[in-house]
Nanobody, 123 residues
């Protein structure tokens, strides 16, 4: 089992920045992949960004150039630097974890999920 704990959410004005963090503990895998998903009220959960343990990354189009996903494998931590935030980025953000080396941003591919951290962007 892998446990995930997110932190770093909050409220910010449009144009501002936030950094989300996720710490993995338990029986972690090597190789592995981690990702951020988000879910706004009344909408389906959406993939934001993913990274593999060898550093390959992918992003959904709406955050390219604004968000950066990174990880510290030694500390089993995942980060999401979010810049130029927009009201449309308001959502609950979830950290996800999977075993294997495939770079993928599909909800069903991830086995473990955190509880989420809220991000609210006001205009």
């Amino acid at each position: 089992q892998v446990q995930l704990v997110e932190s770093g959410g909050g409220s910010v004005q449009a144009g501002g920045s936030l950094t989300l963090s996720c710490r993995a503990s338990g029986s972690t895998y090597d190789p592995h992949g981690m990702a951020w998903f988000r879910q706004a009220p009344g909408k389906e959960r959406q993939g934001v960004a993913a990274i593999t343990s060898n550093g390959a990354t992918t992003y959904t189009n709406s955050v390219k150039g604004r968000f950066t996903i990174s990880q510290d494998n030694a500390k089993n931590t995942l980060s999401l630097q979010m810049n130029r935030l927009e009201p449309e980025d308001t959502a609950m953000y979830y950290c996800a974890y999977r075993s294997g080396s495939l770079l993928i941003l599909v909800e069903g591919a991830y086995n473990y999920w955190g509880q989420g951290t809220q991000v609210t962007v006001s205009s």
